[in-house]
């Protein structure tokens, strides 16, 4: 959970959400569903959507009171500019209001295949999370789940409306009595009819056999369609640093979650948190470790958050703008999914076996996404960092997979906002064996001897004066007389004594130059 999350939530609840009262017990609001064919489902430990593939979220999260200035009616062009692919927005409530006043929000994203999660924010503890307050008893209770009642009736038709227990709840007097609390929002939704997807809050300390410590595992045994809801921050490690010791971390939080099981078996894990800040004033020593760790962790997430009024933790900057490395690395994970938002291709594909080695060239892959390697040896999706990557001395295009090669030979191939294998292969995926890099200003002529570049990959050019890479055509070029290897980079010269640099599968500058690269 997040420390001290959300400090600012007393005072500002009332200019996010302070329209719409609270549901009355004998006066139900009911709105008119959107119809969408399809639900979703857990099996085997993975959230199924409608289309019967697994399901991973990649999405944010977002006051209530901010719904109308990310979607104005049906046009979510703010957003979904900002975040295309998103598919879940995990909507923080700060009150009960009328289930019409989310209608629009609503309508606009599911009929898009987006889902949206409704989970009540409040706690009574001064903020909306770190496990401060009570767990509800009373009146407190009774409005809270007839509110969900209220919420669950509304959409039950909607397959893509899911629904959240209490955020990051406390413990006080229990965890039992904790548990006992999230049963009966589970059952003030199912009582409804609604067998929407429920997830439900897991709170989880240090160490990761703390998670659910003290929850009445029976109370779960009976649950169908429900998802953990699991946070993650910095504080979680100590703050470590250390990229692998994260990874870990989060793996063993999720295997200590998953040991208390529902009526489908192994609980699936959402990620419902994430960021560089705990507390949201500070960035953590570890907040982009966290934030690779998350997004190469294998489960679905949404991030904390899209504009949080806090100095740190945001998406954006408030005005309509990603601009942070946490905001860009977030919007390259959402892009790089298969949400349902579809964004115009940025450039045309690079042929197969395109390479680029150094700064500055950009690799296109078949999506229109633009690839580049920065001089620090990292690897950058559309400007943003694809990942967790370093070291990196080339980017590949194989068969419709990115690959990069790092410098110690070992390659990882980009699927899913990751790459993997996690500890890399050696098996080269381009053809042609692996080659020493030849001493700079090489030259070769038609016909006779290869030479190899920084990254192994062999070049010549053959009797009818074209250049290969690795045996296959690189790019387009005739008539070439010398290939030379200078500085790291691969040059041509044809027969009318022009000279051409190679870059991300092709030669430029477009005309030549007829200045030799060479000493």
Known sequence: MKLDHLILATTMAAALCGCGGRVENNKPITVAPTQIGGSFSVRNGQIIGPDGNSFQARGLNLYDGQMSSVCSGADCTPLLTLFPKLNMVRLACFSYQDPSAYQGFVDALTSRGIVVELEDHTNNGGNAGGGAGTVYTGQLLTDELNWYSAIARAYANNPYVWFGTDNEPSENPSAAALSTWQKQTYDAIR?????????????????????????????????????????????????????????????????????????????????????????????????????????????GSTAWHFWSYAQQDNLTDGNGNVTSPYGTTVAAFIAAGSGPVQPSPGCAASPNHSVVTTTGPTLCDGSGNAWALTSGGTVTLNGAAAGYSANVIEIASVDGALWQQNADRMWWRWSGGSWTPTAGTSTRPLPGADCSASP??????????????????????????????????????????????????????????????????????????????LP
Request: aromatic share 10%.
């Open 191 to 299: 009582n409804t009819g609604n067998q929407n997807i429920v997830m439900v809050e897991m709170n989880c300390g240090s160490d990761p056999n703390s998670c659910g410590a003290g929850y009445t595992r029976s109370l779960y045994s009976g649950m169908v369609n429900m998802v953990w809801d699991m946070h993650y921050y910095g504080w979680l490690t100590n703050f470590a640093v250390d990229q692998n010791t994260v990874n870990h971390d989060i793996a063993a939080h999720a295997a200590s979650t998953q040991q208390i099981t529902s009526a489908d078996g192994t609980v699936p894990i959402l990620i419902g948190e994430y960021g560089n800040s705990t507390n949201g004033s500070d960035l953590d020593a570890n907040g982009m470790q966290v934030v690779y760790g998350v997004e190469q962790s294998g489960f």
């Open 440 to 517: 700079s200003a090489t030259v070769v002529t038609p016909g006779g001897s290869t030479l190899c570049d920084g990254a192994g990959n062999g070049w010549a050019v053959t009797s009818g004066g074209v250049v290969t890479i690795n045996g296959e055509p690189a790019g387009y070029s005739a008539g070439v007389i010398a290939l030379a290897y200078v500085g790291g980079a691969i040059w041509q010269e044809n027969a009318s004594k022009l000279w051409w640099q190679y870059s991300a599968g092709g030669w430029s500058p477009t005309n030549g130059t007829s200045t030799s690269p």
